[in-house]
């Protein structure tokens, strides 16, 4: 692994060696992104002589950390807790699953259908809306849209309701047909 260069500053008149630690192995320093060694000098003659020294045992310190056999337990331990719901998680996805089935076996609907307001409920919680007015207008567009044809399956919403749709609104706000194309 390539590891990142050295840089010589200045802090309280003494010169420092700092180190970027690379993402990957920022756990195993404590989640710090820079290593800071002193030179223990203010001569930037002998500094520049001690950089290289010093950058060496921090690359050292970076393949050790890099071979440590622990660090893969340890990163496979974080993917596993990372993917493993909690059982409230797993309780919730469950009734939300039996709810939706029950309400489409009520409706009558296949597995798989939507209805327009589960839909649009997705649509809206999945989109990241840069203005409100936006998100409120399309919320306002919908909630008109359920109030005039109900809420049905989508894959039953056909053209047709779209130009209904489309002219009462037209009708609503005194629009006539050759306004809105």
């Not at 496979?76 to 489409?104: C, N, T, Y």
Request: proline share 4%; charged share 30%; with cysteine.
């Amino acid at each position: 692994m390539d590891y990142p260069p050295t840089t010589l500053t200045t802090q309280k008149g003494k010169l420092y060696v700092l180190c970027t630690v690379p993402r990957e192995l920022r756990d195993a320093f404590g989640g710090r992104r820079q290593i800071k060694r002193s030179t223990g000098t203010s001569d930037p003659k002998v500094a520049k002589q001690k950089q290289h020294q010093i950058a060496d045992d921090v690359y050292q310190a970076f393949d050790e950390a890099l071979n440590d056999p622990d660090r893969s337990l340890r990163e496979g331990a974080k993917l596993l807790e990372s993917l493993i719901a909690s059982p409230e998680d797993i309780q919730r996805i469950v009734e939300r699953d039996l709810d939706q089935r029950m309400r489409q076996a009520a409706l009558g609907l296949a597995d798989g259908a939507f209805l327009y307001s589960e839909a649009a409920k997705s649509y809206i919680e999945k989109n990241d809306w840069n203005r409100f007015s936006t998100k409120r207008a399309v919320k306002k567009a919908i909630a008109e849209f359920l109030a005039f044809a109900g809420d049905l399956p989508v894959n039953q919403i056909t053209k047709k309701h779209a130009y209904d749709f489309a002219r009462d609104l037209m009708e609503k706000n005194g629009f006539s047909n050759s306004t809105i194309k």
